[in-house]
């Protein structure tokens, strides 16, 4: 059964750096693509990025793009989110899904079978 354990989040303020991670069991992640989304109070889960766990092909939402990194680490195994220059905006939820294929609707977070349980990362102005 594949588990999914998100940890790193906290309070920072805006213009600081935060890595989150993603701790992944129960399973062989060849092929499968590792995404990050968020949620904010009141609004939608949102794509932020993705990694493909075999080519470590990345893409990422263009609100994040050039400020956050996404790679991963297949010893362990765990996924990666490195935020810089965080923003008010960025605060939300974020968790890390998984699903075991990897193609355009990688940003659609209904596409993701597996979730963990979301860190809060909020970022005062």
């Known amino acids: 059964q594949v588990q999914l354990a998100e940890s790193g989040g906290g309070l920072v303020q805006a213009g600081d750096s935060l890595r989150l991670s993603c701790s992944a069991s129960?399973?062989?992640?060849?092929?499968?693509?590792m995404g990050w989304f968020r949620q904010a109070p009141g609004k939608e889960r949102e794509f932020v990025a993705a990694?493909?766990?075999?080519?470590?092909?990345?893409i990422y939402a263009d609100s994040v793009k050039g400020r956050f990194a996404v790679f991963r680490d297949n010893v362990e195994p765990t996924v990666y989110l490195d935020m810089i220059n965080l923003k008010p905006e960025d605060t939300a939820v974020y968790y890390c899904?998984?699903?075991?294929?990897?193609?355009?609707?990688?940003?659609?977070?209904?596409?993701?079978?597996?979730w963990g349980q979301g860190t809060q990362v909020t970022v005062s102005s």
């Open positions: 899904a998984t699903v075991a294929s990897w193609g355009p609707w990688i940003t659609n977070s209904y596409k993701y079978p597996y």
């Open positions: 129960g399973h062989t992640f060849s092929g499968y693509a």
């Open positions: 990694i493909n766990w075999s080519r470590g092909d990345t």
